[in-house]
């Protein structure tokens, strides 16, 4: 069966420091596409960043990077020079077969002035 | 702005009715998902359409179904709703059912059951 475990419900961070969301997935699949959502307290799912199963290098998108170890199936996010508009809780995701998204619980991320 | 609508964006109801919600996905977009959620559960899948037609189930109720229409908007229908069913609905949709395609998420439906 596929999961995703994120283990922070949540984090503190400083603004203007960087901070790492963790995600571990478990899966049996050779392809599978991991993702990074972001959902304010307004309620709507960002999208933030993707990484491919094949992908050799790390995805980065603007202050997103995602730090991806395939041989320990880990899939963190790096916020770079948090923001307040950062605040949020975020979510790790997995495409499984038939593409349908499985989530994990999600972290709770509250960047401090 | 991810370009999937989706209304109402609340909707209050008591038990025992019976609700509508619509989702428009993003111009090109063939596949639409439905997710819930809900403080106990989490984020959880629903339902998947492709081009008109059902591809998956998730954790759906027998009391809920869904349909995409030729247009490609997709409507979930909720009946003898529960105060359990008291969740945020969401839509979501891609080009295709590929696992390395982004989904991009509307502002979902916020629905309380009295």
């Known amino acids: 069966a596929q999961k995703i475990t994120q283990t922070q419900p949540g984090m503190f961070v400083q603004e203007k420091e960087a901070v790492t969301l963790d995600c571990t997935y478990d899966t049996s699949d050779q392809s599978y596409g991991l993702f990074w959502y972001k959902q304010p307290s307004s309620g709507e799912m960002i999208f933030l960043i993707y990484?491919?199963?094949?992908?050799?290098q790390n995805a980065t998108e603007g202050r997103y990077s995602l730090n991806f170890q395939k041989a320990r199936k880990s899939a963190n996010l790096v916020i770079s020079a948090s923001q307040l508009g950062d605040s949020a809780m975020y979510f790790c995701a997995m495409r499984a077969q038939g593409g349908k998204l499985i989530f994990g619980q999600g972290t709770e991320l509250s960047v401090k002035p | 702005d991810s370009g999937v609508t989706q209304t109402p964006k609340h909707l209050i109801t008591a038990t025992g009715q019976r609700v509508t919600l619509r989702c428009s996905p993003r111009?090109?977009?063939?596949?639409v998902y439905w997710y819930q959620q809900s403080l106990d559960q989490g984020l959880q899948f629903l339902i998947q359409y492709y081009n008109g037609e059902e591809r998956a189930k998730g954790n759906i109720l027998e009391r809920f179904s869904a349909q995409q229409f030729p247009d490609l908007h997709s409507e979930l229908n909720l009946s003898s709703l529960e105060l359990g069913d008291s969740a945020l609905y969401f839509c979501a949709s891609s080009v295709s059912t590929s696992r390395q395609e982004t989904q991009y998420f509307g502002p979902g439906t916020r629905l309380l059951v009295l």
């Open positions: 990484q491919g199963s094949y992908d050799e």
């Open positions: 111009s090109g977009d063939l596949s």
